[in-house]
């Protein structure tokens, strides 16, 4: 197999893992993973048939081929004559019960709760120094409107209504101007505080996350560029977009780490910062990652502080006694698969992650700039994590220090 099947295969396994498939008499409808809609996937005798433009082009399995592979559960039966009868079922996929008592209580509170801990976030940010002309709005305030907006999913003039109950309530002293806040969200000294919140907001989880999955998700901007494509061989317009590079619990879903780069951004060199700003924070024994994130540094970085990571082979890699973390890996994928795959698999929980941020919050940023689009997602990223803590507080017993609920 070569990587493109590779890379079609893993995102067969994400569509599999966190889109709804369903079978009919004809074959199966698989969900559109990038837009909406779905596609037909049957079984011919010469393999799995799509409907979607990449398997007409190639005609070879695509990736919503590979979800319905991994949908589906193959079982071998071989009677006393010797006859083998194959019989496909579904897979049995994991599940989770849902405390709903909890889950009521922690949604009804939500609101409420997600302003007082955020409210605590914001004062620990120092006030900067100011000399003179006109006085600032306050960091700390304008951090918590422009989190506050980002939560809200309202137009800025919208918003103001919520800002009005929330300096009643004395989360912030004025009521700023939707254009003030506004203005914070395009602050580019704001990145470095937001990127450190995220990760202070997903602190009062490190006693029950100890498990970790990473990856990259795109956020549409309002842009367009044109690229050649060489599937269709002409040029295409596509929307631009961003990535965010997240760390994930793999219990509660909580992002411990998070970097925004341009769509350029490659996957691989993300991993050793986000494991090193997770760790100031958590003990981290495992990390899941699918195969753009193999390399032997990252791998030795992942040693170094004690973190076994799980991390699929290429088809054509080989051992390296000189590497011992490479070493380590590739016995583990090579001989004892079995023991490999339930932790690996471990990282469709990122892709839960994304998908609930997304459903929450939305999936394009409305500011213009780079610099305004990067806060934007960090701010995202932020509600996002207060959200978890939250319910966490409700259904795992999860105590804030100093917060009383």
């Not at 000294?189 to 970790?212: C, G």
């Not at 596509?238 to 909580?254: E, P």
């Not at 996957?267 to 990390?287: C, G, H, K, N, Y």
């Not at 699929?312 to 890996?329: E, F, G, I, Q, T």
Request: aromatic residues 10%; hydrophobic residues 35%; glycine residues 6%.
């Amino acid at each position: 197999m070569n990587a493109e099947q590779e890379a079609r295969q893993q995102r067969g396994l994400a569509i599999a893992a966190t889109l709804r498939i369903q079978q009919e008499s004809y074959g199966w409808r698989v969900p559109s993973q990038s837009e909406r809609g779905e596609y037909t996937v049957r079984r011919e005798d010469d393999g799995l048939h799509c409907s979607c433009p990449d398997y007409e082009l190639r005609h070879a399995t695509c990736k919503h081929g590979f979800a319905v592979e991994f949908y589906l559960k193959r079982e071998t039966t071989v009677t006393p004559d010797g006859t083998a009868t194959v019989t496909e079922t579904r897979a049995a996929r994991v599940t989770y019960p849902q405390d709903w008592p909890a889950y009521n209580a922690a949604q009804c509170a939500e609101k409420e709760l997600f302003c007082r801990l955020l409210r605590d976030l914001c004062d620990g940010v120092p006030e900067p120094e100011h000399t003179n002309g006109r006085p600032p709005v306050p960091i700390s305030d304008a951090l918590f409107a422009a989190a506050f907006k980002v939560y809200s999913g309202v137009s800025s003039r919208r918003f103001m209504t919520d800002l009005r109950d929330a300096q009643a309530k004395g989360f912030v002293t004025h009521a700023w101007h939707f254009n003030t806040v506004l203005r914070q969200i395009e602050n580019p000294n704001l990145t470095p505080t937001l990127t450190r919140l995220v990760r202070e907001a997903a602190a009062p989880l490190r006693s029950v996350e100890t498990q970790f999955a990473i990856d990259s998700t795109g956020f549409g901007t309002g842009s367009f560029y044109r690229h050649y494509s060489n599937k269709y061989g002409e040029d295409r317009s596509r929307r631009d977009f961003i990535k965010l590079h997240a760390l994930v619990g793999t219990k509660t879903n909580v992002i411990s780490a998070a970097v925004v780069t341009d769509h350029h951004g490659h996957d691989s060199p993300q991993f050793i910062p986000l494991l090193e700003a997770a760790a100031r924070r958590f003990t981290i024994t495992e990390v899941s990652a699918d195969k753009a994130y193999l390399g032997k540094a990252n791998l030795a970085a992942a040693a170094a502080m004690e973190t076994t990571p799980y991390i699929p082979l290429k088809d054509n890699v080989r051992d390296d006694p000189k590497s011992p973390a490479w070493s380590k890996l590739f016995h583990l994928y090579s001989y004892r698969i079995d023991e490999f795959m339930p932790h690996y698999h471990r990282r469709s929980n990122v892709e839960s992650t994304f998908s609930a941020m997304k459903r929450l919050f939305g999936d394009t940023l409305m500011s213009k700039t780079f610099g305004a689009q990067t806060n934007e997602l960090l701010l995202k990223a932020l509600a996002y994590n207060i959200t978890c803590t939250v319910h966490s507080m409700f259904e795992l017993g999860v105590t804030v220090p100093g917060f009383v609920r």
